[in-house]
């Protein structure tokens, strides 16, 4: 993970990616026979993960995560982070369906999850069309938990089919959990939940007209579309909000404040796996930190960074620090970030990653 290029919002990680980046991802992944993990975080996923930490560490486990919503992409301007398109994964879909190279070797879809009848209606959309996707099968697990819908018998009759992608549409938190119980027991390349996709390829739902997309009232369409999904906004609009104050403004108000002035230094030590950094922090020493902390990731023991001299630290570094946890995490050990003075831990408590700094 640390190899991307990662920025942090609010304890969620985000891919600097565009569409076009996004589609060669995915059939890179397909060409080259590699997983692909793909999480596409909106507005309420975001809100969702800030009380839900299996449902955060399912998106800072993904192996590419992508804007989808034009909230994440303005908070993301008013920190920023350079992340200007939104990655919607209905649009994704729609760009893969109509990709010229997909065309000539269509990739091979399996719709996991849906209302009644709709994935089936989806899989025939795809059959009849000449796309550069291509439906293999569908399988619609009802409303069991999740241990019925990872069963042997289950899994088996997806890998059976032969998909390439999964689409998996249970509901955000449910399809995420799923995801993370059974990709490594899947032979799809890619898989990712997106749960309106199988709507809009069915037509059981209308997508809303390219002219307000580009106004950015597409939620709007969705609950013309959709009624139930007004409450759900509504509360969403509402988060949204409380975050902005909360979080998203005073973090803004740092960064406006802090400009670099002081210059930054750097000691490490590889045989203890140890680094101490002094000065502001900023994307000026992201190259020098990123390799240092892949050299030490290498070294599969416990991290440790000194902030006892760090007077300021930028998104870019926030973002490479969480890439960092990430690693070590999934190799059993730690990311132990010491000594942070009080103006550090409230950078790091209002970027939601706290969690990271141990407490003096």
């Not at 990709?99 to 269509?106: I, L, T, V, W």
């Not at 241990?147 to 998996?168: L, Q, R, T």
Request: proline share 2%.
């Amino acid at each position: 993970m640390i190899d991307r290029n990662i920025y942090n919002l609010l304890g969620l990680s985000f891919d600097a990616v565009d569409m076009q980046q996004t589609v060669r991802a995915i059939r890179k992944a397909i060409e080259d026979d590699k997983q692909l993990f793909l999480s596409t975080p909106n507005l309420n996923f975001l809100i969702a993960s800030q009380k839900n930490k299996a449902f955060q560490q399912s998106v800072l486990n993904s192996d590419l995560s992508i804007a989808d919503g034009m909230p994440i992409v303005f908070m993301c301007k008013l920190l920023n982070i350079p992340i200007k398109e939104r990655v919607a994964g209905s649009s994704l879909i729609d760009q893969l369906r109509n990709n010229e190279q997909c065309k000539k070797k269509p990739i091979k879809v399996f719709f996991f999850g849906g209302q009644d009848g709709i994935a089936e209606k989806a899989h025939n959309v795809l059959l009849q069309e000449n796309a550069g996707l291509k439906s293999v099968g569908f399988l619609n697990p009802g409303f069991g938990t999740l241990d019925d819908m990872s069963s042997e018998k289950v899994i088996n009759k997806i890998n059976k089919a032969g998909p390439e992608f999964i689409i998996v549409s249970l509901g955000a938190q449910k399809g995420q959990a799923w995801i993370e119980e059974n990709r490594q027991k899947l032979h799809a390349n890619v898989i990712s939940h997106l749960g309106a996709v199988v709507n809009f390829i069915a037509g059981n739902v209308k997508r809303a007209p390219i002219w307000v997309q580009k106004l950015h009232m597409e939620w709007l369409w969705r609950i013309k579309e959709e009624p139930q999904l007004f409450a759900r906004y509504w509360q969403d609009g509402t988060e949204f909000i409380k975050l902005l104050i909360s979080n998203i403004l005073p973090c803004r108000s740092i960064i406006k404040r802090s400009r670099g002035h002081t210059s930054a230094f750097i000691d490490k030590d590889l045989a203890k796996n140890h680094m101490t950094l002094k000065g502001d922090i900023t994307a000026i020493k992201y190259n020098e930190i990123k390799d240092i902390l892949s050299q030490m990731i290498q070294n599969k023991k416990d991290i440790k960074i000194d902030f006892a001299g760090v007077s300021y630290i930028d998104q870019s570094i926030l973002g490479l620090l969480l890439s960092c946890w990430v690693d070590m995490d999934q190799i059993n050990c730690h990311l132990n970030i010491t000594n942070a003075n009080s103006f550090i831990m409230r950078i790091f408590q209002l970027n939601n990653l706290n969690f990271m700094v141990q407490k003096t």
